[in-house]
């Protein structure tokens, strides 16, 4: 029996659950860029690539928790298989998702240093440029990480790094981006 389906009900219950107490809280609106590294077979296949995300938070105004929403696109070039070629690319693996997550850390404004626990899951749609020999997919994932919000020209940065893992029928799919941006 996978576990999947029924996590996914539980974190449909309680964003349902959560959404009019979020209503009374603080949203914030963020943007970030980072780099994104291949973990286990992955690395195998693509080189390290680069992630785009831009997310919406909701804090609960006395509670150490919130709930956020990413969508994200990562790029990892291939790496080629052509003779005298090494490390080269030869097209593209891209995943862009879409994520609900839960954030624990203290919140308090204007941030100094403010370390946070983050854990999501979300849907994937992985596909490729560049190259005729690979499919598109959609699939379920989770992802958990750790960062840290702090002060910035008079905004709120944040630094974070998170394991994405989705689960595919021939093989997982691990990567780890590191991400630096913004809130507002």
Same mark, same amino acid.
């Given at each position: 029996?996978?576990?999947?389906?029924?996590?996914?009900?539980?974190?449909?219950?309680?964003?349902?659950?959560?959404?009019?107490?979020?209503?009374?809280?603080?949203?914030?609106?963020?943007?970030?860029?980072?780099?994104?590294?291949?973990?286990?077979?992955?690395?195998?296949?693509?080189?390290?690539?680069?992630?785009?995300?831009?997310?919406?938070?909701?804090?609960?105004?006395?509670?150490?928790?919130?709930?956020?929403?990413?969508?994200?696109?990562?790029?990892?070039?291939?790496?080629?298989?052509?003779?005298?070629?090494?490390?080269?690319?030869?097209?593209?693996?891209?995943?862009?998702?879409?994520?609900?997550?839960?954030?624990?850390?203290?919140?308090?404004?204007?941030?100094?240093?403010?370390?946070?626990?983050?854990?999501?899951?979300?849907?994937?749609?992985?596909?490729?440029?560049?190259? #005729? #020999?690979?499919?598109?997919?959609?699939?379920?994932?989770?992802?958990?990480?750790?960062?840290?919000?702090?002060?910035?020209?008079?905004?709120?940065?944040?630094?974070?790094?998170?394991?994405?893992?989705?689960?595919?029928?021939?093989?997982?799919?691990?990567?780890?981006?590191?991400?630096?941006?913004?809130?507002?």
């Amino acid at each position: 029996m996978r576990p999947l389906p029924y996590a996914v009900g539980l974190a449909l219950v309680f964003a349902a659950r959560a959404v009019p107490l979020l209503a009374q809280g603080e949203v914030s609106v963020g943007v970030g860029a980072g780099l994104a590294m291949p973990v286990g077979d992955f690395r195998d296949e693509t080189n390290p690539g680069y992630r785009l995300l831009a997310s919406v938070e909701a804090g609960l105004p006395e509670l150490p928790v919130g709930l956020r929403i990413d969508g994200a696109y990562d790029r990892f070039g291939f790496k080629s298989t052509l003779p005298g070629a090494a490390g080269s690319e030869t097209g593209a693996q891209t995943i862009a998702s879409a994520s609900v997550n839960l954030v624990f850390g203290p919140r308090t404004s204007p941030p100094t240093l403010l370390p946070y626990a983050i854990v999501g899951l979300g849907m994937s749609h992985i596909g490729c440029a560049g190259r #005729d #020999d690979c499919g598109t997919s959609n699939l379920m994932g989770w992802n958990a990480g750790i960062g840290t919000r702090f002060g910035v020209l008079a905004r709120t940065g944040f630094a974070e790094a998170r394991l994405h893992w989705v689960p595919g029928s021939v093989s997982d799919l691990y990567y780890l981006p590191v991400t630096v941006g913004l809130r507002f």
